[in-house]
């Protein structure tokens, strides 16, 4: 059977705003209710959340929930019931496994533990939740700067749970259908999407040409079933992209 692509535009997504945040959200969140827009694959979130300095999430509970958290701009604080703290910037792959219990929260405030002059610089980042393949494991948190390998160009491995990932230096999750890849895609680069029964693809910044689809800008996504491996090309000014590769659905019902 051929592969589906589901384009999803960046001005078609769910859009909170408050003071301090704006958020745009791939998938139904918070008071956003979709029940045909849950998740792909075993993707249930992809938040794309810009936060002003000196403001966040106070601290708040998850359960069962692989987090991962990818900064674009800026920088941003973690800190967490299990006595995790450290700042979070571009390059720094970060991953909490909220297991059977944990309390965290997320500001742009990096001077309260750097001792740095206060900065008034925003934070961008995207935020990807996935269920673990068990439940109740103990939490959990690891970050990992992938920044080096980045830079060289292609694919970069920032999180799995895939066996075929086990050598490869990258974040681990408690799902073993899934991993994430990240790359910054030169002007005119091209590279193969993952072949695979589901992958998601979102354009983080810049833009890209998707063999069959036409172009991809900022804040766009292609949800792929049954991938077969089609190109992906960098526009004009580059992009960074993010690309999830399951093997397994969530099942619902």
Request: net charge negative; aromatic share 6%; charged share 20%.
């Amino acid at each position: 059977m051929s592969s589906l692509v589901d384009i999803r535009r960046a001005g078609e997504r769910f859009h909170t705003r408050a003071g301090w945040l704006d958020s745009r959200h791939s998938f139904a969140f918070s008071r956003h209710w979709d029940p045909g827009n849950t998740h792909f694959g075993l993707l249930l979130v992809s938040n794309d959340d810009v936060v002003a300095p000196g403001t966040g999430f106070d601290t708040h509970p998850h359960r069962d929930m692989e987090i991962i958290t990818w900064v674009l701009e800026g920088s941003l604080v973690h800190q967490d019931s299990e006595g995790h703290n450290g700042v979070i910037h571009p390059g720094l792959a970060q991953r909490m496994s909220a297991g059977t219990g944990i309390l965290h929260s997320e500001k742009n405030d990096s001077w309260t533990l750097t001792g740095d002059p206060e900065h008034q610089t925003p934070v961008r980042f995207i935020q990807m939740w996935t269920i673990p393949d068990e439940a109740g494991i103990a939490p959990g948190y690891e970050q990992l700067d992938i920044g080096g390998e980045l830079a060289r160009g292609g694919w970069t491995t920032l999180a799995s749970g895939m066996p075929k990932h086990l050598q490869q230096r990258a974040i681990g999750i408690r799902q073993k259908h899934a991993a994430l890849h990240v790359a910054q895609i030169r002007p005119g680069e091209t590279l193969e999407v993952a072949t695979a029964p589901f992958v998601h693809v979102f354009v983080a910044r810049g833009e890209v040409a998707l063999e069959g689809s036409g172009p991809l800008a900022q804040g766009d996504a292609a949800r792929i079933t049954r991938s077969d491996g089609r190109r992906i090309t960098g526009g004009p000014e580059g992009a960074e992209v993010l690309m999830w590769e399951m093997d397994a659905t969530l099942s619902v019902g």
